[in-house]
């Protein structure tokens, strides 16, 4: 019996030293909840004074300021009105009756002088000039003209008068810093004036006088006057697109060499034969009315409703061997639909070519 309560105490004993043993071996777990072991973790740098504006500068580079647009006083308002009856949509063709370019010009006197940029003509044969009442005068050509100043002096028909700018006297009444208008067609630019400045540099040698003006001249400025504010011409543009313009000084040599009552000519006019065709008693057999084309209904015509005069000759076989522009219709897509027309007629045939003047009345 005491064997067996020895051997009792023994094993009780024995399991108390094992799970004491056992428990400090193996910490419990709630023990490693409380202190664990940290994870190192890294902190942003402390933004340095103006970090996040420099970004933004760098990745958003600053605009430009657009320019601050000049306000015209009041008395440039009444001088823009008041020029646009003289300032005109000058219109150039060739031999052909094909349109070249349409580009500014302006009335200098009552009888219908011209002035524009003498690379609006160079090259012409046929003009017509369209004021913005949209009365169309034919140009009969150059009274004068300057390769130096780039200027060039025509003559427009006219019975009763035309709306005219006056010039300026002399280079001297040009002042630095006096504020400058460009004036176009209306018909051509809806939003006048095209261009207005400051003049920086009136120039001094009068037979290359330039005025440099400040502000945007678009492109297709030329031909169009530069006026002061009492609606005086002070310069001319020669070349669109650049802030450049001839002075009066330079008109005044080329005016100078215009005569008085002078038609002018054309560059590339064809040339008339010093022997006129003889008559020929011969009937246009065939002559049906050019037709009148859809698309020009979109078109504003004008009072006079599109009237020309055409050339028509026709060779021995009595077939129609050319036509040509006389007097423009003004609308360049009137003009080809009677050149087109014209080409369909025939007449008897004869030992000579002959030509007959037609004149051309299109109404939709």
């Given amino acids: 019996m005491r064997q067996s309560t020895l051997a009792l105490v023994c094993g009780v004993a024995l399991v108390v030293i094992l799970a004491y043993s056992w428990c400090g071996r193996n910490p419990p777990q709630q023990g490693a909840l409380v202190t664990p072991t940290p994870v190192?973790?890294?902190?942003?740098?402390?933004?340095?004074?103006?970090?996040?504006?420099?970004?933004?500068?760098?990745?958003?580079?600053?605009p430009t300021p657009a320019p601050t647009p000049i306000v015209l006083p009041p008395e440039f308002e009444k001088v823009v009105h008041k020029a646009d009856p003289a300032v005109v949509e000058l219109t150039v063709f060739d031999a052909k009756g094909q349109l070249l370019r349409s580009a500014n010009a302006f009335f200098v006197s009552r009888d219908g002088v011209l002035v524009t940029g003498l690379p609006v003509v160079a090259d012409g044969a046929y003009g017509v000039a369209k004021t913005s009442d949209g009365k169309i005068r034919n140009v009969t050509g150059v009274i004068?003209?300057?390769?130096?100043?780039?200027?060039?002096?025509?003559?427009?028909?006219?019975?009763?008068?035309?709306?005219?700018l006056p010039l300026a006297k002399t280079s001297?009444?040009?002042?630095?810093?006096?504020?400058?208008?460009?004036?176009?067609?209306?018909?051509?630019?809806?939003?006048?004036?095209?261009?207005?400045?400051?003049?920086?540099?009136?120039?001094?040698?009068?037979?290359?006088?330039?005025?440099?003006?400040?502000?945007s001249v678009p492109n297709d400025a030329t031909g169009a006057p530069v006026l002061d504010n009492q609606g005086e011409v002070v310069g001319i543009i020669t070349a669109?697109?650049?802030?450049?313009?001839?002075?009066t000084a330079s008109l005044d040599p080329v005016l100078g060499q215009a005569k008085p009552g002078a038609n002018g000519h054309w560059a590339a006019a064809p040339i008339e034969s010093p022997t006129p065709m003889p008559r020929v008693a011969r009937r246009v057999l065939f002559n049906p009315a050019?037709?009148?084309?859809?698309?020009?209904?979109?078109?504003?015509?004008?009072?006079?409703?599109?009237s020309g005069k055409y050339r028509v000759t026709f060779d021995l076989n009595g077939?129609?061997?050319?036509?040509?522009?006389?007097?423009?219709?003004?609308?360049?897509i009137l003009?080809?639909?009677?050149?087109?027309?014209?080409r369909q007629w025939r007449a008897e045939p004869g030992s000579a070519e002959w030509t007959v003047l037609v004149p051309v009345t299109f109404q939709p």
């Fill in 319 to 332: 077939v129609v061997k050319s036509v040509q522009t006389v007097e423009s219709t003004g609308q360049p």
């Fill in 240 to 247: 669109g697109g650049k802030n450049r313009a001839e002075s």
């Fill in 40 to 62: 190192p973790t890294v902190a942003p740098p402390s933004p340095t004074p103006n970090a996040t504006s420099s970004a933004t500068a760098s990745a958003s580079p600053t």
């Fill in 290 to 306: 050019p037709r009148y084309p859809p698309e020009a209904r979109l078109i504003r015509i004008g009072p006079n409703r599109g």
């Fill in 144 to 164: 004068a003209s300057s390769t130096e100043s780039g200027l060039a002096v025509l003559r427009a028909e006219t019975k009763v008068g035309v709306s005219f």
């Fill in 172 to 215: 001297e009444s040009v002042a630095v810093g006096a504020l400058a208008v460009v004036v176009g067609s209306s018909l051509q630019h809806k939003e006048q004036p095209l261009a207005a400045g400051k003049i920086s540099s009136p120039g001094q040698d009068s037979m290359k006088d330039v005025l440099e003006i400040g502000g």
């Fill in 335 to 342: 003009d080809q639909a009677a050149i087109s027309g014209l």
